[in-house]
């Protein structure tokens, strides 16, 4: 019963993460506002997201699972973000549309 | 209504809403992005329908390669798609047929049956795999497994003709301008060792649970596939002999399993005590010839001379 309003609490917590990175994401002018928007509350709402899972895991391996998967996300995550951020910056200063 | 219904309801309508998106797009870009969103919902939904093997394979090939493959396709397409499109009213109308016909096939279908579960679970222990996905693929219908890998073959080698004559053999891919000890570099190196223990753990698990070939081999391309964008090591030469037997020796080792089966019975059958030692040495091999079939499928044709 409490692990089952823990885990409504932080899924809440998640979802309203995930929702402000997406508004961010479309209402932000350039790219690298819409990056930190997205990468940076993503994260957060994921991270959420993983407890609420692990508020419901059977046993303790699980729970270290869930974690992985998180840190693989967020490492990926900032990777991308930062090659995604370089890109747009090369592609202002060459004045060149970047695809 | 309970709560997983109008979960499914939702799911149901939303994949239909965003595979007409892809469809109707007038950018290919956001075709092809529509198209990734689709694989994942899709993904959702092999879960939903217990088949975790199917959601894998969709999330890693479907959603995954494809994806890349697409993205990697559009420089070399017309911006625009052909929309607004036009009716072909024949087009239209036998579309419409068939599809009708399957609604109609669909609803009157007697009762829902099994299908072939008891089938195959009778015979399960004799397989040599408890996984009943695995003991379906590579025993009991092996034939469109091999079909499969062949398939992925006859691709490659179409992906290698198109390069240019004087490029012929050489290396794949766009050359990569990495900043030493940056990100990129460093996640190269981070990410490759937990990659490759994923992949072998997926087809070692692949017996007994949900994962296999197909799945790990996805793991594995990507992990190679990282490596080259991180410039820690560089694509083949498309000409390297090793190379091309690394590619091959998955289809070849199954024929060879398979006519091993000929002299006791059928092509590709096995005997129930070697059947479990066949099933994970032809797992194995095809896991490391999918897996580099793929890589070498997104690099694509050879760029720079040999």
């Given at each position: 019963?409490?692990a089952d309003v823990a885990s409504c ?91 | ?237 498309l000409a390297s002999g090793a190379l ?63």
């Amino acid at each position: 019963m409490i692990a089952d309003v823990a885990s409504c609490l932080t899924v809440s917590f998640g979802l309203f993460f995930f929702l402000a990175g997406t508004v961010g994401l479309l209402r932000f002018p350039d790219v690298h506002s819409r990056l930190h928007a997205l990468t940076k509350a993503d994260n957060l709402g994921l991270g959420f997201i993983v407890i609420a899972a692990a508020f419901q895991a059977a046993d303790v391996w699980t729970v270290f699972k869930l974690l992985a998967v998180w840190l693989f996300t967020v490492a990926a995550a900032a990777t991308a973000a930062q090659l995604v951020a370089r890109a747009a910056l090369s592609a202002c200063q060459t004045e060149e549309p970047n695809r | 209504m309970n709560v997983s219904a109008a979960f499914d309801i939702v799911l149901c309508l939303l994949v239909l809403a965003v595979a007409g998106g892809a469809v109707l797009a007038r950018d290919l870009f956001a075709g092809v992005a529509l198209y990734i969103v689709f694989g994942l919902l899709l993904t959702v939904g092999w879960v939903r329908l217990e088949a975790v093997d199917v959601a894998l394979v969709e999330a890693a090939i479907g959603a995954g390669l494809t994806s890349v493959i697409l993205l990697g396709a559009l420089p070399h397409s017309p911006a625009q798609s052909s929309f607004p499109l036009k009716i072909r009213p024949l087009a239209l109308v036998s579309c419409l047929a068939v599809g009708a016909g399957l609604c109609w096939i669909v609803i009157g279908l007697a009762e829902p049956t099994s299908g072939l579960r008891p089938a195959v679970e009778a015979q399960l222990a004799h397989s040599g795999a408890s996984n009943a996905v695995t003991a379906v693929l590579l025993n009991f219908r092996g034939y469109d497994t091999l079909l499969e890998v062949a398939v992925l073959l006859l691709a490659l080698v179409g992906v290698w003709s198109s390069s240019r004559d004087d490029r012929w053999g050489g290396r794949p891919g766009p050359r990569q301008h990495v900043r030493p000890g940056g990100v990129l570099a460093n996640f190269g190196r981070l990410i490759p060792p937990f990659g490759i223990v994923i992949g072998i753990y997926l087809v070692w698990v692949g017996t007994t649970a949900p994962g296999g070939a197909f799945q790990a081999a996805t793991v594995l391309a990507a992990v190679w596939l990282l490596a080259m964008m991180a410039a820690i090591t560089d694509p083949p030469r498309l000409a390297s002999g090793a190379l091309r037997w690394l590619v091959a020796a998955g289809p070849l080792l199954f024929i060879l399993a398979g006519l091993f089966g000929l002299m006791e019975g059928a092509f590709l059958t096995y005997q129930p005590g070697t059947a479990k030692m066949m099933i994970v040495t032809v797992e194995l091999a095809l896991t490391v010839s999918i897996a580099a079939t793929l890589a070498l499928l997104v690099l694509g044709p050879a760029r720079h001379g040999s």
